[in-house]
């Protein structure tokens, strides 16, 4: 969830990058799941606080149903960039569940305003404003690359009670999508934050946990106290990574025995129903089939060769992105535009933007005065958000 906020936060401050100097009355977005198609969150940002100095962006986003999902004030500097964001995490009904600051001064970018190396820094708080967790997601090489938080149950005196780290290194990414492979997470835990937990997550190709393999330990933090395997083949999940039906089986193996304990959890509409240890010879539910995948337009094919294209190349002289335009036909003002970027080997594609200026009003230098100009951007060949920008 706090990786996503800060995805977030940087993602509004970037919606209007190279659409032109104009600022836009608001911006709207929907930002879809894992499959492409499931709206995750729709938000709607407004620029009245934003001038040509830098300013503030207020985003609301909502849950696809309608119900509130947070409000954000993300602060940019003079070149569009996210310096910091303020976030209100609400409940369905609208009331304040957790708040959110971000810092983002730390993060360095390509040519093309995508994170290159450094890192995001998150302070959470309950509702009444106590402190409860830090963290911090660090980049490397344009991409994920550790994540940690810790949990400070001291009201903000300092006292630790646990702390999870997940690393990146063997994680399939495309951009920031994640597309496979496997995440280490290692969990200390107690006074001395003694190991408590190791774990591999294996991941499917959409991002989401097929199994997790995970070692727990005794205060020592050396004894193995038992070994879990966690069986995601028969969950569905939603937009959000988040378990929504089927059923999850947990395999337990204690250090000290040789039986192994199965236990059957079963999800619907996002809640555990029941719970239930199969005895021997119990039959185990199988994995799900894989649900049809939904249809979902691709990015836009042009027929034609473009009438303008720009390239933008790292400080090593690879291509970070190429921005081919199409102009209107009396090639005063642009028509649609894509947008590419590539991965630090200047070859391989990791997210397109499809920009579409046919209901804009653009003034004769090109300038968006009015209308709307539509982007829809797919990272790894899967949409992730598609933007309106209301001049």
Do not use: C
């Amino acid at each position: 969830m706090i990786q996503e906020l800060g995805q977030q936060a940087l993602a509004v401050a970037a919606d209007v990058t190279g659409l032109g100097r104009n600022r836009p009355r608001s911006v709207g977005a929907e930002r879809y799941g894992p499959d492409g198609a499931s709206v995750a969150t729709m938000g709607q940002a407004n620029y009245a606080d934003v001038s040509d100095m830098g300013g503030t962006i207020r985003y609301a986003a909502s849950l696809a149903g309608g119900a509130p999902h947070s409000t954000s004030d993300i602060v940019i500097d003079a070149q569009g960039r996210a310096a910091s964001s303020a976030t209100r995490l609400l409940t369905a009904d609208g009331t304040l569940r957790r708040t959110v600051q971000g810092i983002y001064r730390a993060l360095a970018l390509d040519p093309a305003g995508w994170t290159t190396d450094g890192v995001a820094q998150f302070s959470l708080a309950g509702p009444d404003g106590t402190p409860s967790h830090v963290a911090e997601m660090t980049y490397a090489n344009e991409r994920p690359a550790r994540y940690s938080l810790v949990n400070d149950t001291s009201g903000g005196k300092g006292a630790i009670a646990s702390r999870l780290e997940i690393d990146f290194a063997n994680a399939v990414l495309v951009g920031t999508r994640l597309a496979g492979g496997e995440l280490a997470i290692v969990r200390h835990a107690g006074p001395a934050l003694t190991l408590a937990s190791t774990a591999r997550s294996i991941l499917t190709a959409h991002g989401t946990p097929g199994r997790l393999l995970t070692t727990n330990y005794a205060e020592d933090g050396s004894t193995v106290r038992q070994r879990v395997e966690s069986d995601y083949g028969g969950v569905a999940f939603d937009a959000h990574g988040k378990i929504l039906d089927g059923h999850l089986l947990v395999t337990l193996h204690p250090a000290a025995s040789n039986t192994q304990v199965l236990t059957l959890f079963r999800f619907a509409n996002g809640k555990l129903t029941s719970t239930r240890v199969l005895k021997p010879g119990d039959p185990v539910p199988p994995s799900r089939e894989a649900a049809p995948a939904k249809p979902v337009p691709g990015p836009w094919q042009p027929t034609r060769a473009p009438d303008r294209t720009r390239r933008a190349f790292r400080a090593d002289g690879s291509l970070a992105q190429v921005r081919d335009e199409w102009l209107s036909s009396g090639r005063a003002a642009p028509w649609r535009s894509r947008v590419t970027g590539f991965a630090t080997d200047g070859r391989t594609v990791v997210r397109v933007t499809d920009v579409d200026y046919r209901t804009a009003q653009l003034a004769t230098d090109g300038q968006p005065i009015g209308g709307t100009i539509i982007s829809i951007r797919f990272e790894g060949g899967v949409r992730s958000s598609t933007t309106r920008v209301e001049y």
